[in-house]
T-cell receptor, first 115, second 116 residues
Framework: AQKVTQAQTEISVVEKEDVTLDCVYE???????LFWYKQPPSGELVFLIR??????QNEISGRYSWNFQKSTSSFNFTITASQVVDSAVYFC????????????FGGGTRLMVKP | NAGVTQTPKFQVLKTGQSMTLQCAQD?????MYWYRQDPGMGLRLIYY???????DKGEVPNGYNVSRLNKREFSLRLESAAPSQTSVYFC???????????????FGDGTRLSIL
């Protein structure tokens, strides 16, 4: 069985602060994929990043960066110099080596960035 | 660029009523999914269709049925709605090659369903 845990239910920061959203996963698959999605107040789900289990390189995209550590089963997401527009619920998700590409989601972290 | 389109966006039902949520994608994806989102629980998979003509149960299938009408369309039916099915429902699609989980799922905007 797969499991994704986002222990931080809510985080509140002031604009321009850096913030890290934690994600810990469990899977028995040797090949798997990790994802981050953003859900802004408007409600849609926006894909941010995909990482496969055999690529542990960290990735940076503008103010966003992701730290994948297989040794600790973690895939953390950092926003540098946060902005009010970053306020959203962020979901971490896991897909194992299954035929249907089924996703297991964490419970989400609500990030509030105050001006 | 429509992507994944869900209808309706909002619906209120009475307990025992039935309804079908519609979903269509224009990305030529082979796989489609239905999730429900409840507060604090993330999204949970109800049913999925790995390819046209196939459907399989997800984590929370009880009380629901699905139909993969063609490659583009995947509908979710509530035969006898219950208050516990009050939720936000998301449809998603992705392209899966050779049974590997390697592409992100693209989501519709959701259907907010309330059952009184």
């Amino acid at each position: 069985a797969q499991k994704v845990t986002q222990a931080q239910t809510e985080i509140s920061v002031v604009e321009k602060e850096d913030v890290t959203l934690d994600c810990v996963y469990e899977t028995r698959d040797t090949t798997y994929y990790l994802f981050w999605y953003k859900q802004p107040p408007s409600g849609e789900l926006v894909f941010l990043i995909r990482r496969n289990s055999f690529d542990e390189q960290n990735e940076i995209s503008g103010r966003y960066s992701w730290n994948f550590q297989k040794s600790t089963s973690s895939f953390n997401f950092t926003i540098t110099a946060s902005q009010v527009v970053d306020s959203a619920v962020y979901f971490c998700a896991l897909s194992g080596n299954n035929a249907g590409n089924m996703l297991t989601f964490g419970g989400g972290t609500r990030l509030m960035v105050k001006p | 660029n429509a992507g994944v389109t869900q209808t309706p966006k909002f619906q209120v039902l009475k307990t025992g009523q039935s309804m079908t949520l519609q979903c269509a994608q224009d990305m030529n994806h082979n796989s489609m999914y239905w999730y429900r989102q409840d507060p604090g629980m993330g999204l949970r998979l109800i049913y999925y269709s790995a390819s046209e003509g196939t459907t399989d149960k997800g984590e929370v299938p009880n009380g629901y049925n699905v139909s993969r009408l063609n490659k583009r369309e995947f509908s979710l039916r509530l035969e006898s709605a219950a208050p516990s099915q009050t939720s936000v429902y998301f449809c998603a699609s992705s392209q899966v090659w050779e049974g590997r989980s390697n592409q992100p799922q693209h989501f519709g905007d959701g259907t907010r369903l309330s059952i009184l």
